[in-house]
C-alpha cells in the first residue's frame, strides 16, 4: 500500500484554517471575514448547549443492514480509479460512515474530497447506507447537492472511497465564526442561503429521496456563494404510500416530531421540518430547539409551538410516546419570542409557521415555499455570486 492510502485512512491532521494563508481584506462585510477566520478553535456558547448531540443510535441500526464486501455498487461506479491517482492534502472531518480527507486529483489538478467508506468488518463489508449514498450521489445531479465523481480504492478493494467536489467552508462552522464576531446574516442572505437549499430538497423530493439528515453542519457553501446539501449517509428513496421506516434518524435538534413520536410511516415532510430549523437557525445564528433528549427535545418544540392534539394533528393520540407518557400541556404562540419581528417579519413568520406545522399532510413542501410571499418581500435575496460581497449586520447576540 502506498503511503498516500496510509495517509488517508490513518491521518489524524485536521483541516488547517482557510486564514491562515490569507490576509484578511479590508471590507465592511462579517461574512468575509466569517469566511476567512480561524474556525478549528472557537469556543461559541451556541455549541455548549449539547457539543456531542449526534444522530441518536443510527450506527446501531445501520449496522443490522449488510450488503455484501463482493456486492456491487451502482453501474455508474463500476470503474473505480486507484486512490494513488490522488494526492492527500489534509483531514477534513469524520462522520457517522466514514471519513472525509481533502484530495488533489493527479489527472486533472482539481481538488476533491475523499469519504473513506467504514465497513462493518472484512468478512460483511459495507452497509446499505454507503451503497445508498453512492447510488444517491449518482442520480441526484443538481447545483445545490454536492456532486459526486466517483470511486477510489486500494489493490483488492481493501479500502473504498467516494469521491466527491470539495466545497470551501462548512455552513455551520462558517455561522460559528459569525457569532464569535456578533455578526448576523443579513435578509438578504437568509433568503439567498434559503432559496438554494429549497432548491436542493425540491429536487430530491421530485426524485422520491428523503435527505434524513438536513442540518447546518451537512449544508455546504463555496466561495462563489452556491450552498450544497452534503452527507448522504442517511438518505434513502421512498414510496408512496409511505412504507416503515426506522425512527432512528436525523440529529436531533432537526428532527421531526413523528419521528419522535415513532410514527414510522414518515415520509419527505420529515426535510421540511429540518429545513424550518435550519431557517430559524441562520436568522438568529442559534438552534431553535436544543434538546438534549428526546424528552426534552419534545417538550422545548411544545413549549414553542404549543402541546398538539388530534385537532390540529389527526393520529397524534396514537402514538405509543404520548399513551405512556403524562405530556405537559403548553399554549401555542412562542415562536415570535424566539424571532423578534426586527429579525423576521410577518410574512417570514409564516413561511417558518408553514415548516413547523404538527401535521406532516399539512406541512409546506419545498415547491411551495419557493412561491412563498416571503421571498418576493423586499428586501429580495442577493445573488450568490455577491453574497461575501454583501454586508453582515451587527447584532447582540442570544444567550
Known amino acids: 500500500m502506498s503511503e498516500e492510502v496510509r495517509d488517508i485512512s490513518n491521518s489524524s491532521s485536521h483541516r488547517p484554517s482557510q486564514a491562515a494563508n490569507q490576509k484578511p481584506r479590508k471590507d465592511k462585510s462579517g461574512l468575509k471575514k466569517a469566511a476567512t477566520d480561524r474556525i478549528s478553535k472557537n469556543k461559541i456558547r451556541r455549541e455548549k448547549t449539547n457539543p456531542k448531540q449526534k444522530t441518536s443510535k ?52 482539481e481538488l476533491v474530497a475523499l469519504k473513506h467508506l467504514k465497513k462493518i468488518n472484512e468478512r460483511e463489508g459495507y452497509t446499505i447506507a454507503a451503497r445508498r449514498e453512492l447510488e444517491i450521489l449518482h442520480k441526484m445531479r443538481h447545483p445545490n447537492i454536492v456532486a459526486g465523481r466517483g470511486l477510489a480504492s ?136 436544543p434538546g438534549t433528549s428526546e424528552l426534552d427535545q419534545m417538550t422545548k ?28 400541556d403548553y399554549p401555542p404562540g412562542g415562536l415570535r419570542k424566539e424571532i423578534s419581528q426586527e429579525l423576521l417579519s410577518e410574512v417570514g413568520m409564516s413561511l417558518l409557521q408553514s415548516f413547523l406545522t404538527y401535521d406532516p399532510s399539512k406541512r409546506i413542501t419545498a415547491a411551495a415555499a419557493l412561491e412563498h410571499a416571503y421571498f418576493n418581500e423586499q428586501p429580495v435575496a442577493v445573488e450568490p455570486a455577491m453574497f461575501l460581497e454583501s454586508p453582515a449586520r451587527s447584532a447582540v447576540m442570544p444567550g
Open 301 to 328: 418544540i411544545f413549549k414553542t409551538l404549543g402541546t398538539p392534539s388530534d385537532s390540529i394533528w389527526p393520529g397524534y393520540s396514537e402514538s405509543t410516546v404520548v399513551r405512556n407518557l403524562i405530556l405537559d
Open 154 to 289: 486500494t489493490p483488492s478493494n481493501e479500502q473504498v472511497f467516494i469521491v466527491m467536489e470539495l466545497v470551501d467552508y462548512d455552513l455551520k462552522a462558517f455561522m460559528d465564526t459569525m457569532y464569535s464576531n456578533k455578526q448576523l446574516f443579513s435578509v438578504e442572505h437568509v433568503k439567498c442561503l434559503m432559496k438554494q437549499l429549497l432548491r436542493a430538497v425540491q429536487h430530491l423530493h421530485d426524485h422520491h429521496v428523503m435527505h434524513r439528515d438536513l442540518k447546518t453542519n451537512n449544508i455546504l457553501l463555496s466561495k462563489e456563494g452556491v450552498l450544497k446539501v452534503a452527507d448522504f449517509g442517511l438518505a434513502r428513496e421512498y414510496e408512496f404510500p409511505p412504507r416503515q421506516y426506522t425512527p432512528d434518524v436525523v440529529t436531533r435538534w432537526y428532527r421531526a416530531p413523528e419521528i419522535l413520536l415513532l410514527f414510522n410511516d414518515y415520509s419527505s415532510p420529515v426535510d421540511m421540518w429540518s429545513v424550518g430549523c435550519i431557517f430559524a437557525e441562520l436568522i438568529t445564528l442559534w438552534p431553535l430547539f
Open 58 to 109: 443510527r450506527i446501531k441500526k445501520q449496522k443490522q443492514d449488510i450488503i455484501d464486501a463482493e456486492s456491487p455498487f451502482h453501474p455508474a461506479f463500476q470503474s473505480c480509479r486507484s486512490v494513488d491517482e490522488f494526492q492527500y492534502l489534509y483531514r477534513i472531518d469524520e462522520g457517522a460512515f466514514g471519513v472525509i480527507h481533502a484530495a488533489k486529483d493527479k489527472q486533472t489538478g
